[in-house]
T-cell receptor, first 119, second 116 residues
Framework: AQKVTQAQTEISVVEKEDVTLDCVYETRDTTYYLFWYKQPPSGELVFLIRRNSFDEQNEISGRYSWNFQKSTSSFNFTITASQVVDSAVYFCALSEALRGQGGSEKLVFGKGTKLTVNP | DAGVIQSPRHEVTEMGQEVTLRCKPISGHDYLFWYRQTMMRGLELLIYFNNNVPIDDSGMPEDRFSAKMPNASFSTLKIQPSEPRDSAVYFC??????????????FGSGTRLTVV
C-alpha cells in the first residue's frame, strides 16, 4: 500500500531563513501524483502543488520550490526567506489508485510538518 | 464558484447524541470524499462516493458512522451515538474524475467536532 512519510514533526526557524520540508513516499504504481497542502492555523487545507510521476523537473513558485527525485522517492519542499505567514502545518500527499474506478485516485497523506516562523 | 461548503464549522455535543455533518461539493464534481483529521492518526479517508454511490467505506471506523449522498449536491456524515473519541476535524473534498490525474481535489473548510 502507498505510504507517505514526513519525518520532521516540527520545525522552528527565524524569519528570512530558508527551510526544507522533507517528504518520502512508497508506491508500487508507475503512474502517480504527489501533492503538497498547507494548513494554516485557521484550519483549512490549501492546495500548493501537484506533480505527476513522469515529470521530475523542479518547480519554483515565488519563494516556494519543490524538488522531486524518483531515485530516492522524495518530494521535498523548500521555502526561501521564510516569513511569519508561512507558519502552518504542511502535508505531503500521494495519490493512490482507486481500483476499478477507471484510474481515479484518493489521497494518502503524510502526518504533516508543523512549521513555526518566528519574527 | 463557492468551493466545497461544509456545515457546521464547529459542533459541540454531548456523548450519546446524534451528530450530522453536511457537505455541498463543487457543482459538476463526480467524486466526494470524507476525511477525518486527528492528532494521533492524521488525515484518514473515511468513505468516498462516485456519482452519489458509496464506493469504499472501509475507512469508516465503526457502525456508529454512516454517510449518504442523496443527490449530486449534498452529502451527510452521521455519527450515532457520538463518543468523545470521535472528536476531530472532518473534511469533505470533491473532485472531477478522481482528482489525481490532473483535475485536483478541493477541500471544504472542515467541521471541528467536539464530543464532551
Amino acid at each position: 500500500a502507498q505510504k507517505v512519510t514526513q519525518a520532521q514533526t516540527e520545525i522552528s526557524v527565524v524569519e528570512k531563513e530558508d527551510v526544507t520540508l522533507d517528504c518520502v513516499y512508497e508506491t508500487r504504481d508507475t503512474t502517480y501524483y504527489l501533492f503538497w497542502y498547507k494548513q494554516p492555523p485557521s484550519g483549512e487545507l490549501v492546495f500548493l502543488i501537484r506533480r505527476n510521476s513522469f515529470d521530475e523537473q523542479n518547480e519554483i513558485s515565488g519563494r516556494y520550490s519543490w524538488n522531486f527525485q524518483k531515485s530516492t522517492s522524495s518530494f521535498n519542499f523548500t521555502i526561501t526567506a521564510s516569513q511569519v505567514v508561512d507558519s502552518a502545518v504542511y502535508f505531503c500527499a500521494l495519490s493512490e489508485a482507486l481500483r476499478g474506478q477507471g484510474g481515479s485516485e484518493k489521497l494518502v497523506f503524510g502526518k504533516g510538518t508543523k512549521l513555526t516562523v518566528n519574527p | 464558484d463557492a468551493g466545497v461548503i461544509q456545515s457546521p464549522r464547529h459542533e459541540v455535543t454531548e456523548m450519546g447524541q446524534e451528530v450530522t455533518l453536511r457537505c455541498k461539493p463543487i457543482s459538476g464534481h463526480d467524486y466526494l470524499f470524507w476525511y477525518r483529521q486527528t492528532m494521533m492518526r492524521g488525515l484518514e479517508l473515511l468513505i468516498y462516493f462516485n456519482n452519489n454511490v458509496p464506493i469504499d467505506d472501509s475507512g469508516m471506523p465503526e457502525d456508529r458512522f454512516s454517510a449518504k449522498m442523496p443527490n449530486a449536491s449534498f452529502s451527510t456524515l452521521k455519527i450515532q451515538p457520538s463518543e468523545p473519541r470521535d472528536s476531530a476535524v472532518y473534511f469533505c473534498a470533491s473532485s472531477l474524475r478522481g482528482g489525481g490525474r490532473g483535475y485536483g481535489y478541493t477541500f471544504g473548510s472542515g467541521t471541528r467536532l467536539t464530543v464532551v
